[in-house]
């Protein structure tokens, strides 16, 4: 069993940063493999960024190069670095984890209906 507890939302302005963490409660934190996704009140959930055991990662192409996803083992705590904000990345944002990648759902070629799910944290970005 596993319970994720997301935090680091907040407001910013466009073009700001934020750091989103997902703290992992349960012993075996280290086999699974690790997502962020997000979503918009009356719109499906989107990945954003996923990482593997091995630390592969993978990135949705809207937030390539402005976002990173890391996880720290000893911490057991996922994070999303977030740059360049934009008011399209305005969303409830989730931790998820699995036994099984994450990574075609984050690309939009599979379903994301599955594994342990946080509650989200609010990212609010103003123009």
């Known amino acids: 069993q596993l319970r994720l507890v997301e935090s680091g939302g907040g407001s910013v302005e466009s073009g700001g940063s934020l750091r989103l963490s997902c703290r992992a409660i349960g012993n075996t934190y280290g086999t699974f493999c690790m997502a962020w996704f997000r979503q918009v009140p009356g719109k499906a959930r989107a990945g954003v960024a996923s990482i593997e055991r091995d630390g592969t990662t993978t990135y949705a192409d809207s937030v390539k190069d402005r976002f990173t996803i890391s996880r720290d083992s000893d911490e057991a705590t996922l994070y999303l670095q977030m740059n360049s904000l934009e008011p399209e990345d305005t969303a409830m944002y989730y931790c998820?984890?699995?036994?099984?990648?994450?990574?075609?759902?984050?690309?939009?070629?599979?379903?994301?209906?599955?594994?342990?799910w946080g509650r989200g944290t609010q990212v609010t970005v103003s123009s």
């Open positions: 998820a984890a699995s036994v099984h990648s994450f990574r075609l759902a984050v690309l939009g070629s599979a379903s994301s209906d599955f594994g342990y």
